[in-house]
C-alpha cells in the first residue's frame, strides 16, 4: 500500500504518511505497535487474517505469545469505542484470526511538492507556548516518518533557507520524511531569556515534546547535530514511546577532556574558544573548525556571521557553551533503547571521529557510518553521503514497544508529614509515578532537576513539621512493569538514601550530569560502589537550592 494513501473508515481517518489515526480534528493516541497493527488490518478489509500472517507481518523472526496479539487488539478495540461481542471494526473468528468489517474508502494522495528554493520567511513558521515560552517552529514534507531536527549551538529557522547549501540538505531530507524544524528557547525566532534562564537538557526536551504535540507527531526520529545530539540522546532514552529512531551526526558524549575520553578539548581550550565568543562574536568565529572547505569563501565567512548573530546574542552564545561544556552523557548512552545511527567524518575538525565512534560502542546495536570529509557542518562538504546513510536507515525503522526508560527515581524516608501532602507536591513536579512505602516514599520524574526541586521541597516540609528525612536519587533505566518502575535505577537509588545522613539531599553523578545549567549547587561527598551495578559519585545538594533555578519547567 502506498504511503500517500489514508484510509476512511467510521468516524476515522487513518493517515499512513505520518502514522496518525483521527477522529475529525482530533488525533487518537495510539501505542506504535498497535497502529501498526490497525495499518496491517485496515488495509486488507473484509479479509480473514490469521495470527501467525499477523506475527510475521509486525513481529518478523521475534516469539510473540498469543496473550500479547489479544493485548494489543484490546487495545485497539478501546481506541475505536469498538466490542467484541458486537463488533463494527474488528471481528474475532474463533481459533482463526481476525477481520477488519468495517468499509475502508482508500483515499489516495498526490505526492507533496516541496519549494525549489525557499527564501527566507517562504515556510510558515509558527509558535507553541512550551512552559511560559513561545517555541518557533516549522513542519516540510510529508514522507512516512516524521523526523525532528535538533541543530547544535545556535539557530535561525528562516535564515537556515538562505544558504544554498543549507537549504538543499533539508530539502532532500524532507523528501523521505516530514522534517520538523525548531529553535530552542532564548535562540532564533523562539523567545529569548535571561541567560541563567537558558535551557538545559530537561527544558530542550519539553520544548521538542511540545513542538511534536503541536504538529500532531505522536513519536518521531530524532535527528540531533553537533551538541543537538546529546540532548537527543537522552530524549530517546527517557521518551521512548515518542523515539521512532535516534540520528546522531557529528556529536559527542561530553565536551571536556577525561582520562577515559581523551578526544575532547581540555579545559584550557574551552577558556579559549569562549574568550573568542567574547570578543569575536559578530564576526565568523569557529568557521575553521566547523567548516574548514569554506572557511576562504568570503559568502559564505558573511553567511555564517550574520547566522550566530541572528542564532544568539554574545552573552547568550557564551552562556550556551559553558553549558555544553558542564553536559556528560556517558551513562545515558547504554540506556538508549531504539534503533540508532552514528554518522562521523573522519576528519571532523571540531569533533573527533573518536567521539562518534565512542557513541556507537556505547549505544546497543547503534549503527556506525564513518564517512570521509573534514567538515563538522553536515550541509557543508558531501552532504549526500550523509543523506544516503539516514535515508537508508530510516526506511529500515520498525515501531517497538519500549519496556524500558530512562528516569530519576527518588528514594525517601521521612517521618512527620502526612502522604496527602506529599501527593499535592508530587502533581506539581509531575511525578511520573510514585508509590509509598513503609517508611517514606518512592517516585520516578522524567527531569532530573524537577526530581532535585521535588526532594528538596519535601526536605524543606519535614523540617517545618519538626521531622527528619533521607533523600537518594539516581538517573538510570528502569523497567516499566503493571504501571510501576523497577530495576536497577530503583535499588541504586535505595543505596544513595542508605548513604544520606538527616536532612540531606544525596544524588549520584549521573543526576549532576544531566542537570547542568539548572543552578543547583551540589557538593561531591565520596563514592557509592555496588558490585553488580557499579560505582558513583555521590554529590550533597545544599539546601539553598530553590523552585525558582528551574523555572520554565
Given at each position: 500500500?502506498?504511503?500517500?494513501?489514508?484510509?476512511?473508515?467510521?468516524?476515522?481517518?487513518?493517515?499512513?504518511?505520518?502514522?496518525?489515526?483521527?477522529?475529525?480534528?482530533?488525533?487518537?493516541?495510539?501505542?506504535?505497535?498497535?497502529?501498526?497493527?490497525?495499518?496491517?488490518?485496515?488495509?486488507?478489509?473484509?479479509?480473514?487474517?490469521?495470527?501467525?500472517?499477523?506475527?510475521?507481518?509486525?513481529?518478523?523472526?521475534?516469539?510473540?505469545?498469543?496473550?500479547?496479539?489479544?493485548?494489543?487488539?484490546?487495545?485497539?478495540?478501546?481506541?475505536?469505542?469498538?466490542?467484541?461481542?458486537?463488533?463494527?471494526?474488528?471481528?474475532?473468528?474463533?481459533?482463526?484470526?481476525?477481520?477488519?468489517?468495517?468499509?475502508?474508502?482508500?483515499?489516495?494522495?498526490?505526492?507533496?511538492?516541496?519549494?525549489?528554493?525557499?527564501?527566507?520567511?517562504?515556510?510558515e513558521t509558527r509558535y507553541v507556548l512550551s512552559g511560559d515560552v513561545n517555541i518557533a517552529y516549522q513542519v516540510i514534507g510529508s514522507g512516512p516518518i516524521d523526523v525532528v531536527l535538533v541543530m547544535?549551538?545556535?539557530?535561525?529557522?528562516?535564515?537556515?533557507?538562505?544558504?544554498?547549501?543549507?537549504?538543499?540538505?533539508?530539502?532532500?531530507?524532507?523528501?523521505?520524511?516530514?522534517?520538523?524544524?525548531?529553535?530552542?528557547?532564548?535562540?532564533?525566532?523562539?523567545?529569548?531569556?535571561?541567560?541563567?534562564?537558558?535551557?538545559?537538557?530537561?527544558?530542550?526536551?519539553?520544548?521538542?515534546?511540545?513542538?511534536?504535540?503541536?504538529?500532531?507527531?505522536?513519536?518521531?526520529?530524532?535527528?540531533?547535530?553537533?551538541?543537538?545530539?546529546?540532548?537527543?540522546?537522552?530524549?530517546?532514552?527517557?521518551?521512548?514511546?515518542?523515539?521512532?529512531?535516534?540520528?546522531?551526526?557529528?556529536?559527542?558524549?561530553?565536551?571536556?577532556?577525561?582520562?577515559?575520553?581523551?578526544?575532547?578539548?581540555?579545559?584550557?581550550?574551552?577558556?579559549?574558544?569562549?574568550?573568542?565568543?567574547?570578543?569575536?562574536?559578530?564576526?565568523?568565529?569557529?568557521?575553521?573548525?566547523?567548516?574548514?572547505?569554506?572557511?576562504?569563501?568570503?559568502?559564505?565567512?558573511?553567511?555564517?556571521?550574520?547566522?550566530?548573530?541572528?542564532?544568539?546574542?554574545?552573552?547568550?552564545?557564551?552562556?550556551?557553551?559553558?553549558?555544553?561544556?558542564?553536559?556528560?552523557?556517558?551513562?545515558?548512552?547504554?540506556?538508549?533503547?531504539?534503533?540508532?545511527?552514528?554518522?562521523?567524518?573522519?576528519?571532523?575538525?571540531?569533533?573527533?571521529?573518536?567521539?562518534?565512534?565512542?557513541?556507537?560502542?556505547?549505544?546497543?546495536?547503534?549503527?556506525?557510518?564513518?564517512?570521509?570529509?573534514?567538515?563538522?557542518?553536515?550541509?557543508?562538504?558531501?552532504?549526500?553521503?550523509?543523506?544516503?546513510?539516514?535515508?537508508?536507515?530510516?526506511?529500515?525503522?520498525?515501531?517497538?514497544?519500549?519496556?524500558?526508560?530512562?528516569?530519576?527515581?527518588?528514594?525517601?524516608?521521612?517521618?512527620?508529614?502526612?502522604?496527602?501532602?506529599?501527593?499535592?507536591?508530587?502533581?506539581?513536579?509531575?511525578?511520573?509515578?510514585?508509590?509509598?512505602?513503609?517508611?517514606?516514599?518512592?517516585?520516578?520524574?522524567?527531569?532530573?532537576?524537577?526530581?532535585?526541586?521535588?526532594?528538596?521541597?519535601?526536605?524543606?516540609?519535614?523540617?517545618?513539621?519538626?521531622?527528619?528525612?533521607?533523600?537518594?536519587?539516581?538517573?538510570?533505566?528502569?523497567?516499566?512493569?503493571?504501571?510501576?518502575?523497577?530495576?536497577?535505577?530503583?535499588?541504586?537509588?535505595?543505596?544513595?538514601?542508605?548513604?544520606?545522613?538527616?536532612?540531606?539531599?544525596?544524588?549520584?553523578?549521573?543526576?549532576?550530569?544531566?542537570?547542568?545549567?539548572?543552578?543547583?549547587?551540589?557538593?561531591?561527598?565520596?563514592?557509592?560502589?555496588?558490585?553488580?551495578?557499579?560505582?558513583?559519585?555521590?554529590?550533597?545538594?545544599?539546601?539553598?537550592?530553590?523552585?525558582?533555578?528551574?523555572?520554565?519547567?
Open positions: 500500500m502506498s504511503r500517500n494513501t489514508d484510509l476512511l473508515f467510521g468516524p476515522f481517518r487513518l493517515d499512513t504518511a505520518s502514522s496518525q489515526l483521527r477522529r475529525g480534528d482530533e488525533v487518537v493516541t495510539l501505542a506504535p505497535k498497535t497502529l501498526d497493527l490497525l495499518m496491517y488490518l485496515a488495509s486488507r478489509s473484509g479479509e480473514l487474517v490469521t495470527r501467525d500472517q499477523i506475527f510475521e507481518a509486525l513481529w518478523p523472526g521475534a516469539y510473540v505469545d498469543d496473550h500479547a496479539l489479544s493485548v494489543q487488539i484490546g487495545d485497539l478495540r478501546k481506541a475505536l469505542g469498538d466490542s467484541a461481542r458486537h463488533p463494527e471494526f474488528i471481528e474475532t473468528r474463533h481459533r482463526r484470526g481476525y477481520r477488519f468489517i468495517a468499509p475502508v474508502t482508500k483515499l489516495e494522495l498526490s505526492a507533496p511538492t516541496l519549494p525549489e528554493a525557499p527564501e527566507a520567511g517562504l515556510l547544535g549551538w545556535v539557530s535561525h529557522l528562516e535564515y537556515f533557507w538562505t544558504e544554498p547549501r543549507f537549504a538543499r540538505f533539508l530539502r532532500r531530507l524532507a523528501s523521505f520524511c516530514r522534517l520538523i524544524l525548531f529553535d530552542k528557547r532564548g535562540t532564533g525566532l523562539s523567545d529569548r531569556v535571561p541567560v541563567e534562564k537558558l535551557p538545559t537538557i530537561e527544558q530542550r526536551m519539553s520544548d521538542v515534546r511540545a513542538v511534536m504535540n503541536a504538529a500532531g507527531s505522536t513519536s518521531a526520529a530524532i535527528c540531533g547535530i553537533s551538541e543537538g545530539g546529546c540532548m537527543s540522546a537522552v530524549f530517546a532514552a527517557t521518551y521512548p514511546e515518542q523515539t521512532k529512531a535516534l540520528i546522531m551526526i557529528g556529536s559527542y558524549a561530553r565536551r571536556l577532556w577525561a582520562t577515559d575520553y581523551p578526544w575532547a578539548p581540555t579545559t584550557a581550550e574551552r577558556d579559549a574558544f569562549m574568550q573568542q565568543i567574547r570578543e569575536r562574536w559578530g564576526t565568523a568565529v569557529g568557521i575553521e573548525e566547523r567548516a574548514p572547505t569554506l572557511a576562504g569563501d568570503e559568502p559564505f565567512r558573511r553567511w555564517w556571521a550574520t547566522y550566530l548573530r541572528m542564532g544568539a546574542s554574545p552573552g547568550a552564545a557564551l552562556a550556551l557553551t559553558k553549558m555544553n561544556t558542564e553536559v556528560d552523557i556517558r551513562d545515558v548512552l547504554p540506556l538508549v533503547g531504539v534503533p540508532s545511527l552514528v554518522v562521523h567524518r573522519t576528519g571532523d575538525r571540531c569533533l573527533k571521529v573518536e567521539e562518534g565512534r565512542y557513541l556507537a560502542s556505547r549505544i546497543p546495536y547503534a549503527r556506525f557510518v564513518e564517512l570521509a570529509g573534514d567538515d563538522h557542518l553536515p550541509f557543508v562538504g558531501d552532504q549526500d553521503a550523509i543523506l544516503d546513510a539516514v535515508e537508508s536507515f530510516l526506511a529500515e525503522v520498525q515501531s517497538t514497544e519500549p519496556a524500558h526508560v530512562l528516569a530519576t527515581v527518588l528514594d525517601a524516608s521521612f517521618t512527620s508529614v502526612p502522604r496527602s501532602a506529599v501527593e499535592g507536591q508530587l502533581d506539581s513536579f509531575r511525578a511520573s509515578w510514585s508509590e509509598h512505602t513503609r517508611d517514606g516514599l518512592l517516585a520516578a520524574f522524567d527531569g532530573p532537576a524537577r526530581a532535585v526541586q521535588f526532594a528538596c521541597a519535601l526536605r524543606e516540609q519535614v523540617q517545618r513539621a519538626g521531622g527528619t528525612c533521607r533523600i537518594g536519587l539516581h538517573t538510570g533505566q528502569c523497567l516499566r512493569a503493571n504501571g510501576a518502575f523497577r530495576g536497577a535505577a530503583v535499588l541504586i537509588a535505595e543505596a544513595i538514601r542508605g548513604r544520606a545522613a538527616d536532612g540531606e539531599v544525596l544524588v549520584s553523578g549521573t543526576v549532576r550530569d544531566l542537570t547542568a545549567g539548572s543552578n543547583i549547587v551540589m557538593t561531591p561527598c565520596g563514592r557509592l560502589e555496588m558490585d553488580a551495578s557499579g560505582e558513583w559519585q555521590l554529590l550533597s545538594v545544599r539546601p539553598a537550592t530553590r523552585l525558582s533555578t528551574v523555572a520554565g519547567l
